[in-house]
């Protein structure tokens, strides 16, 4: 049996649909089609129920996807340790949201690991949902995403759906980062109406049913009515320091990195400000070395700006 016919029989099951399954999977719907009535074929009864609202598990097609989702998990420990072969490999694939802090421990990271061993290191910074596709797709093997936590349960349920482990790295409020020469930046009590008549910064990649703040730094306050979309993070600061009248909406950033733009953060009132960044990876998957030295380097960050 080819496993990754195992994994298409799960996307099916999540998906409801072949074609809405053949569509996550990048393949075409005949194919896909084929693939089941081969699984079924060999499993000897129907995997799927196929009825008005979708493609339902049998009774038996339960059981098969149980199985199913086990011997992945367990092909999954067993690449792990294949891996762990090569000892003096350093690799890392990480996939994450668009957050100054988590770019600085991924620095630090970099400065920790000794010099002169094979060094293969993929670090890429985008939304919630593609960095929940790369990490149950094999693509990065660890990923940190951002959520609201009024949303909290609707993201741990697309998590478990995804056959991926979440845990919590930090629960903070959003701050607004501006310029020291923005009109409200040294103006107390501050709340997101105040924000209205100025420039908001914010990436613009986010998809749906991405949440706000969901894809990273600055998603948008609801309030304002100038906005400008960045695609990528380094310009963010250029226009903040360049632009007194923009703001950007972002998780705390650590000091250092103020002073060096000219930038403050600053609290600011608005409802539902409680955001968690969480930990997520394949349910089975080994930690490797350099996996537990980032997530070190990641929670140090954490704490001292927790702290600070």
Not at 5 to 25: C, H, P, R
Not at 201 to 229: K, Q, W
Request: aromatic fraction near 10%; hydrophobic fraction near 35%.
């Amino acid at each position: 049996m080819n496993f990754s016919y195992l994994k298409y029989a799960i996307e099916v099951e999540k998906s409801g649909s072949i074609t809405k399954a053949a569509q996550n999977l990048y393949m075409n719907q005949p194919h896909l089609s084929k693939i089941i009535r081969e699984l079924e074929r060999d499993f000897g009864c129907p995997i799927f129920e196929r009825t008005s609202r979708g493609m339902i598990p049998s009774k038996k097609g339960e059981e098969f996807l149980r199985y199913a989702k086990s011997i992945l998990v367990q092909m999954e420990q067993i690449e792990a340790l294949c891996a762990e072969n090569d000892s003096s490999r350093q690799e890392l694939r990480v996939s994450v949201p668009r957050a100054t802090y988590i770019s600085s421990a991924f620095t630090d990271f970099i400065q920790s690991l000794p010099g002169g061993a094979p060094l293969n290191v993929h670090y890429r910074e985008t939304n919630a949902m593609d960095t929940i596709r790369a990490v149950s797709e094999k693509n990065c093997d660890l990923g940190i995403i951002r959520t609201q936590s009024l949303t909290e349960f609707y993201e741990e349920k697309r998590l478990a759906d995804e056959n991926l482990h979440s845990e919590e790295l930090w629960s903070f409020p959003c701050l607004v980062l501006m310029s020291q020469a923005h009109p409200l930046a040294h103006t107390p009590d501050l709340n997101y109406l105040m924000l209205r008549d100025y420039t908001e910064i914010l990436h613009g990649d986010f998809s749906p049913p991405s949440f706000t703040f969901d894809s990273g730094e600055g998603n948008g306050s609801g309030a304002v009515r100038r906005t400008i979309s960045i695609y990528e993070r380094a310009s963010q600061f250029q226009l903040l320091s360049c632009c007194p009248d923009t703001f950007m909406w972002t998780s705390p950033i650590p000091f250092q990195v103020l002073a060096a733009t000219d930038l403050v953060q600053r609290p600011c009132s608005i409802p539902g400000n409680r955001y968690k960044d969480l930990l997520i990876y394949r349910n089975g998957y080994r930690l490797s070395r350099e996996d537990t030295l980032f997530i070190q380097a990641v929670r140090r960050m954490v704490s001292r700006l927790s702290e600070g």
